[in-house]
């Protein structure tokens, strides 16, 4: 009888070792997981505010691949049926890189030409890229040309800064 609680207490000991390690084991995967959470900007459909929506990000924040799953999650639309997309399923990322706190993006023709409103659109990818990343500016193509202006909105050559303020009649851009 002795042998055998003996045997138990070293089997339940050696139980609770191995199962200490391999959550220790978990907890060091989650820690160096490449995920990060971010916030999307939505418009809410009812009353026309800002909603955001929390979205994990497969990079880590300070990775220069985060910019373009953070744009790419964006253009894929809200998950919530009560907020508002205002790009289509046709508008795509091509490119994007960041040189000196300034996020050049590439879209697809389609992105803007088929985008609801244009204006609120820029004003709510602005607003996202900011609140997840401290940049400078970004600055606009298509299909690798770059935008000095988008219809009759205004002038995009300094590109898009911290303070735009985008309007029916213009995109002012605070340098």
Not at 38 to 59: H, L, P, Q, T, Y
């Amino acid at each position: 009888m002795n042998m055998k609680n003996t045997m138990i207490r070293n089997s339940v000991f050696l139980s609770g070792i191995l199962l200490g390690i391999l959550l220790i084991f978990i907890l060091i995967i989650n820690f160096f997981s490449h995920n990060s959470c971010a916030k999307i900007i939505f418009v809410n459909k009812k009353d026309g505010n800002f909603s955001i929506e929390n979205r994990k990000i497969s990079s880590k924040k300070y990775s220069a691949e985060y910019i373009d799953y953070l744009v790419d999650d964006f253009l894929l639309g809200a998950v919530s049926p009560e907020l508002k997309s205002f790009f289509t399923k046709n508008a795509k990322r091509k490119n994007s890189y960041i040189t000196n706190g300034d996020v050049y993006l590439d879209f697809n023709s389609l992105t803007f030409n088929e985008c609801e409103n244009v204006l609120k659109g820029l004003n709510i990818l602005n607003r996202t890229i900011r609140i997840n990343k401290k940049i400078k500016s970004f600055f606009l193509s298509a299909d690798g040309t770059f935008y000095k202006y988008i219809g009759n909105y205004g002038s995009l050559i300094n590109g898009i800064g911290n303070d735009s303020v985008f309007t029916e009649n213009n995109i002012y851009i605070d340098n």
